[in-house]
């Protein structure tokens, strides 16, 4: 009874409002609509703000001027022998997430057309400097390509990173990516302190060595990727506690190859002719209390942090692995080079443009050897640790793209990274490839040759406008030159060393 009155009335109080469409409570709706809205564009803003902050520029961060460590304080903290990272702590490492935006092909429209901005700004206040007067090359090279269609949803690009730079593994190319990335956006980088190149490798990383870091502070930098030995404690002494980390592997058995050519003058190889020749019996060759021969053994295993002559131990294996899947956002894979740019540009929330790239530090074909499959055999068993790490995650790899983009749309993104990528080579470069280091015009875009290695390099195209070059230059600037350009804009009152030391 009681219920058929309450029915009755509430059917009669809609009924009222049908019948007078201004009545109070269709204005009382129409209200809210107002406040939902309101609230709406106040998050928007908000969210954009919070970004603004995330991105200020450096000049006005350090302002609190960092104290000056000395090179004794450094190494006495270089000096501390640190255990396994593994040992006991793992539990308080948190579980990340991967955080895809399966939507998403290229970059939402909003980001692309401020990166557009952020770069032309950056140009045009240098022109204002030098007195250049640029077109806009930089602005058509990147509209040529901003055409991916409308978006469903919006991201905000991530600007904390911690890239564990592995060797020989491309990651000098990723490490020109960041770089650009960073210094078009005037993100702080955590460098080595001392204009090192490294950051204390191959000792444990630890944040005394990161330029401009102070002890007992709350100092954090926008993005890390130097070399280093992975510490996740002292990493996260330094790096924003919502920071990405990333990785790269490559198939140890090419790695080895490149290894055995670029790290000829270690104690391991030194006495050898040829990789097999070392691989016949290691153990003769291999003294592995030198320091200098982690390069020869497990290096990934050895970047990562972790025992690289440990023997095989599944367990131990097995819980290595657990402790990378879970400290690391994303690991990449060297082999498919492309993907991995795909992949870290979708989950970073990055435009295309940013990942776009050109081969760095890459050897000439003239010293790279065929390795045979015997040798293949003998490389694996040797670096048996790097082989169980590169087989689980190039499984992962696959089975993250499977369940992000998918393998369609990944092939129609690198087909678009790749002729973005050719349509640059031909605008910025001379020779439209690269070259071999003797026929550099420039001194200053020149690679380091390093060991029994021949580095290529690249030609700026004389005719380009000022603007461009300018961009086409960032992009083939060798490692040691740009993280020296950084340090110079970062620290402008440094006292400039001549040559950079390793
Ligand atoms: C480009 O910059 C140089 C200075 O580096 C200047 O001399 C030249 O006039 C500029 N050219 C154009 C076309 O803007
Ligand atoms: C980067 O810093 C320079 C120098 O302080 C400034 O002129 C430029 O506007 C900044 N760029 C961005 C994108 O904040
Ligand atoms: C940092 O803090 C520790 C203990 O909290 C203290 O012993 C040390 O002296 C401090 N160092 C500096 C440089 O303030
Ligand atoms: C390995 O190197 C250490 C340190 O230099 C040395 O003491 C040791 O004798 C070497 N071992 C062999 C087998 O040569
Ligand atoms: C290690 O992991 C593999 C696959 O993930 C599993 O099959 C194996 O049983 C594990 N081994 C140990 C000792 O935990
Ligand atoms: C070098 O090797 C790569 C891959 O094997 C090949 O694509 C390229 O054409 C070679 N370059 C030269 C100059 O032979
Ligand atoms: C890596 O994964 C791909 C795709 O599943 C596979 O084709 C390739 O053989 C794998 N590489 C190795 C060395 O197992």
Redesign the pocket.
């Known amino acids: 009874m009681k219920k058929n009155v309450h029915l009755w009335r509430s059917t009669q109080s809609v009924a009222m409002c049908l019948k007078t469409p201004l009545s109070r409570c269709l204005r009382r709706l129409w209200m809210i609509a107002i406040a939902v809205t309101v609230l709406w564009v106040a998050l928007q803003i908000v969210g954009i703000t919070q970004h603004r902050w995330v991105t200020k520029p450096f000049a006005t961060r350090k302002s609190a001027d960092y104290k000056k460590i000395s090179e004794k304080e450094n190494n006495e903290n270089v000096k501390h022998d640190f255990n396994q990272p593994l040992a006991g702590n793992q539990n308080v490492y948190k579980q990340k997430t991967f955080l895809f935006y399966p939507q998403q092909t290229s970059n939402p429209q909003n980001t692309e057309k401020s990166t557009n901005v952020l770069i032309k700004k950056t140009v045009s206040l240098s022109e204002e400097k ?1 007195d ?3 077109r806009n090359g930089i602005g058509q090279s990147h509209s040529a390509s901003g055409k991916t269609g409308g978006r469903d949803f919006y991201c905000l690009p991530k600007t904390h990173i911690v890239f564990l730079k592995t060797h020989k593994t491309a990651s000098s190319t990723i490490l020109n990516i960041l770089y650009r990335f960073g210094d078009t956006r005037n993100l702080t980088f955590a460098l080595p302190y001392g204009q090192y190149n490294q950051l204390a490798y191959p000792l444990y990383f630890t944040a005394s060595f990161v330029k401009g870091f102070i002890s007992n502070t709350t100092t954090k930098y926008d993005i890390i990727c130097n070399h280093m030995r992975f510490l996740l404690p002292e990493v996260k002494r330094i790096m924003p506690s919502d920071s990405f980390y990333f990785s790269i592997l490559r198939n140890p058995v090419t790695m080895m190859e490149s290894t055995f050519s670029y790290y000829k003058q270690i104690p391991a190889f030194d006495s050898t002719k040829t990789l097999d020749e070392f691989l016949q019996d290691p153990q003769k060759y291999y003294n592995e209390s030198l320091q200098e021969n982690s390069y020869a053994r497990n290096l990934m295993t050895f970047d990562f942090g972790f025992n690289n002559n440990d023997e095989d131990n599944e367990r131990r294996i097995n819980k290595t692995i657990a402790f990378i899947e879970r400290t690391f956002d994303l690991i990449l894979i060297s082999e498919y080079f492309d993907e991995s740019m795909i992949l870290l540009k979708n989950a970073l929330c990055w435009s295309l443009d940013d990942v776009v790239y050109f081969k760095l530090n890459s050897r000439n074909n003239k010293t790279k050897t065929k390795v045979s499959l015997q040798t293949e055999q003998k490389i694996k068993e040797w670096n048996f640790w790097d082989w169980k790490l590169y087989l689980y995650f190039n499984s992962t790899f696959w089975r993250t793209i499977d369940k992000t983009v998918g393998r369609k749309k990944m092939n129609k993104e690198v087909e678009e990274l790749r002729s973005k990528r050719n349509h640059l080579m031909n605008m910025c470069l001379k020779e439209r490839n690269s070259v071999d280091p003797s026929k550099i015009k420039d001194e200053s875009l020149k690679p380091l040759q390093y060991g029994n290695s021949v580095i290529e390099g690249y030609n700026l195209n004389l005719h380009l ?2 603007m461009t070059k300018l961009w086409c230059q960032k992009l083939i600037t060798p490692e040691l030159q740009y993280t020296k350009q950084l340090y110079d804009k970062l620290f402008p009152n440094l006292i400039k060393r001549p040559t950079p030391l390793n």
Do not use: Q
Request: glycine letters at 16%; charged letters at 15%; a negative charge.
């Open positions: 030098n250049f007067v640029g406008d000022n």
